[in-house]
C-alpha cells in the first residue's frame, strides 16, 4: 500500500514484499495514468508566470512515480529551474530513488534535496530551523496511513504551499477492498506501524473541518488475487502477507480468524468472474487548493 512507516519505512524484506505488490497489483500503472491526465493541466496553471518551481514529495518511495511527475513538470516548464525535496523514511527506497534519477537524462537539470526521515521528522526540523521552504507541488501518495495525525499532518503541509499550489494525497478509496478488510480486522490489523486505518472518508471529513477546497479524482484499479484461496500458491501466501501487513499469513491469525479474512476478501471486497477474483483496490487522488 504504501511507502512509509513508523519502524523507518520498507528496510529489508519489507522492501521485497512492496515491490512483488505492486508487480502483481498495477496500483502504479492506474495511478500514474490518473496524474498524467491531471498534471499536465494543473501544471500550467500553478507555474505560470513563475520564475522557478519547487516541488516536495513525502513518503515518496523508491521514486517511481516522482520521476515520472517531475519529467512532465519539466517537459512542460523546460526553460524553468526545478527543485524537488523529497522525503522518505527509507534508507533503501530512497537509494533506489537516486539510482533511477541518475538514469533519468531529463532530470538530470532538476535540483534535489534528500531527507532520509519520515513526514513527522521533517516536520519537526522545518518547525526548528523556523526558514520555511514553501513549495508550488507537494505530493503524498499512499503514505497517509502512517502518519500519528492525519488532520495536524494535512494542516502541516498544506501551510508549505505557494499561494498557487497544490497538495495531491492519494490514497485507498472509502468502502473499497482495503478499507473493507482493514476496518473489518482492525482489532487483528492495526496492532503495527498502522494503528488506524485510514481511506479517503477520513482525509475528505479532515479537508472538510478545515474549511480546504478540494476535488476529487476515483482511480479505478483491481488485481487478481485468486491465488490468495489456494493454501499452497507461494504467490498467493505473498500476496496475503503484504494485504494484512504480515511475514508469515498462515501462521499469525487463528484458523477462524483466516476463514474470515479470506472469505470477506472473496465476497466482500472483489468481484468474481469465470472463477477468477479480482480486488477493489480502487484509489483517491485529491487535490487539495492552496
Not at 15 to 43: D, N, R, T
Not at 131 to 136: E, L, S
Not at 194 to 216: D, M, N
Request: aromatic letters at 10%; proline letters at 1%.
Amino acid at each position: 500500500m504504501a511507502a512509509e512507516a513508523k519502524q523507518s519505512c520498507y528496510e529489508g524484506s519489507a522492501v521485497q514484499s512492496f515491490q512483488f505488490y505492486l508487480e502483481k497489483s498495477g496500483e502504479h500503472e492506474a495511478i500514474l495514468q490518473c496524474v498524467q491526465s491531471i498534471l499536465p493541466g494543473e501544471f500550467k496553471r500553478i507555474g505560470a508566470g513563475e520564475s522557478g518551481l519547487d516541488v516536495l514529495g513525502v513518503g515518496s518511495g523508491g521514486g517511481e512515480l516522482d520521476v515520472q511527475m517531475l519529467s512532465v513538470l519539466q517537459s512542460t516548464f523546460p526553460a524553468l529551474p526545478i527543485t524537488a525535496d523529497i522525503v522518505e523514511g527509507s534508507s533503501q527506497l530512497s537509494d533506489n530513488f537516486k539510482a533511477l534519477v541518475s538514469k533519468t537524462t531529463n532530470l538530470q537539470k532538476i535540483t534535489f534535496a534528500w531527507h532520509v526521515m519520515n513526514s513527522e521528522d521533517y516536520e519537526k526540523q522545518v518547525k526548528a530551523k523556523g526558514d520555511v521552504k514553501k513549495f508550488d507541488f507537494i505530493h503524498m501518495i499512499q503514505m497517509i496511513y502512517y502518519v500519528n495525525n492525519l488532520a495536524e499532518t494535512i494542516k502541516f503541509y498544506h501551510s508549505l504551499l505557494k499561494n498557487n499550489g497544490r497538495l495531491m494525497i492519494i490514497i485507498e478509496t472509502a468502502k473499497g477492498g482495503w478499507d473493507t478488510l482493514w476496518k473489518t480486522y482492525k482489532k487483528e490489523l492495526c496492532i503495527d506501524a498502522i494503528t488506524e486505518y485510514r481511506s479517503s472518508a477520513e482525509v475528505l471529513a479532515c479537508l472538510k473541518s478545515q474549511g480546504l477546497k478540494y476535488e476529487e479524482h476515483i482511480i479505478h484499479n483491481t488485481f487478481d488475487i485468486t491465488e490468495c484461496f489456494d493454501t499452497s500458491s507461494a504467490t498467493g501466501e505473498r500476496l496475503l502477507n503484504f494485504m494484512t501487513a504480515r511475514d508469515h499469513f498462515y501462521q499469525s491469525f487463528t484458523p477462524e480468524i483466516r476463514a474470515g479474512m479470506l472469505d470477506l476478501l472473496r465476497n466482500k471486497c472483489s468481484t468474481e468472474k469465470d472463477g477468477r477474483v479480482s480486488f477493489n483496490s480502487s484509489l483517491s487522488c485529491i487535490l487539495i487548493y492552496a
